[in-house]
T-cell receptor, first 115, second 114 residues
């Protein structure tokens, strides 16, 4: 069965230090994987996506994620956190089965940036 | 290019009432999806419409319904409201359907049921 697990509901890092948001997935088919960000009182915005091309995916605002099939992981990283990165981040898995696109969102990780 | 527009932004309704939410997708986008976001359950997929047809449906009761018009605008209706229906309802539009590529989200409608 298809599922997404975001291992941390909250992550706190100091400004200027690296960010790691963890995501593990389960999929019976070749999935597409995404990270979205949601700032307070805003809709979701796509950060990056993996669709079976390069396993290291670069996104907007300096974020990147690496697809590791052996570990079924798609962790989101950024070398140096900025105050404006404080938001909620969602890992998403999508697979097409029987002509239907099944989309599952993780429960989200709230990123706090400490000054 | 205008983004996804959801109206109204905020709503307060009483238990037992019904509500209709509206979503105008990005111009040229034909796929519209609806999501419910709550602190307890997170983001859950409600349904997707493409070219006025429901293509995909999540695991919600029949009180939740939707439709899409010929101009791709979509409405979502919830009948016999329950307290647990209080949530942020997000609409997303996409250029195509069949495989999730990128969804553009509106700011949502925050529904409070009292």
């Amino acid at each position: 069965a298809q599922s997404v697990t975001q291992l941390d509901s909250h992550v706190s890092v100091s400004e200027g230090t690296p960010v790691l948001l963890r995501c593990n997935y389960s999929s019976s088919y070749s999935p597409s994987l995404f990270w979205y960000v949601q700032h307070p009182n805003k809709g979701l915005q796509l950060l990056l996506k993996y669709t079976s091309a390069a396993t290291l995916v670069k996104g907007i605002n300096g974020f990147e994620a690496e697809f590791k099939k052996s570990e079924t992981s798609f962790h989101l990283t950024k070398p140096s956190a900025h105050m404006s990165d404080a938001a909620e981040y969602f890992c998403v898995v999508s697979e097409v089965r029987g002509g239907d696109d099944k989309i599952i969102f993780g429960k989200g990780t709230r990123l706090h940036i400490l000054p | 290019k205008a983004g996804v527009t959801q109206t109204p932004r905020y709503l307060i309704k009483t238990r037992g009432q019904q509500v209709t939410l509206s979503c105008s997708p990005i111009s040229g986008h034909r796929s519209v999806s609806w999501y419910q976001q709550t602190p307890g359950q997170g983001l859950q997929f409600l349904f997707e419409y493409f070219s006025e047809t429901q293509r995909n449906k999540g695991n919600f009761p029949g009180r939740f319904s939707g439709r899409q018009f010929s101009n791709s605008r979509s409405e979502m209706n919830v009948s016999t409201l329950e307290l647990g229906d209080s949530a942020l309802y997000l609409c997303a539009s996409s250029l195509i359907t069949g495989r999730h590529t990128e969804a553009f989200f509106g700011q949502g409608t925050r529904l409070t049921v009292v």
